[in-house]
């Protein structure tokens, strides 16, 4: 379904399926050593209001934003990942800087997660 709209395309996930979706996003990240703890939670949450306080109009392919699935769509990616930032005691007004935010293809922006 990749590169495609797919067969899910304008219909929404029910309370169930979006819980069970985070259960399962959620021992992703334990296995692969990424606990989240709270203090990650606010960290996150700081890094994600100051990024969008930035005029990220101003960013190259800002105009292709779009849904993960959809062609020709880009997302909003940090350079230097937030869980990096976090793990490595940097500032979130750092993180969330216009020098180390960038669009990318969505899949590129996804398969980073996996590495």
């Known amino acids: 379904m990749y590169g495609t709209a797919g067969g899910f395309a304008g219909k929404k ?20 050593g990424h606990i989240l703890t709270d203090k990650f939670e606010i960290y996150r949450n700081r890094v994600d209001v100051l990024t969008n306080k930035q005029p990220l109009h101003l960013l190259e392919n800002n105009e292709k934003r779009g849904r ?34 960038r669009f990318i293809p969505w899949l590129e922006n996804q398969k980073k997660w996996y590495k």
């Open 13 to 32: 996930h029910s309370t169930e399926s979006i819980k069970k979706q985070q259960r399962a996003r959620k021992n992703f990240w334990i296995k692969h």
């Open 68 to 101: 993960a699935g959809v062609e020709g769509a880009y997302h909003l990616d940090h350079i230097m990942s937030v869980w990096k930032g976090f793990k490595n005691n940097i500032e979130p007004e750092k993180i969330s800087d216009m020098s180390n935010l």
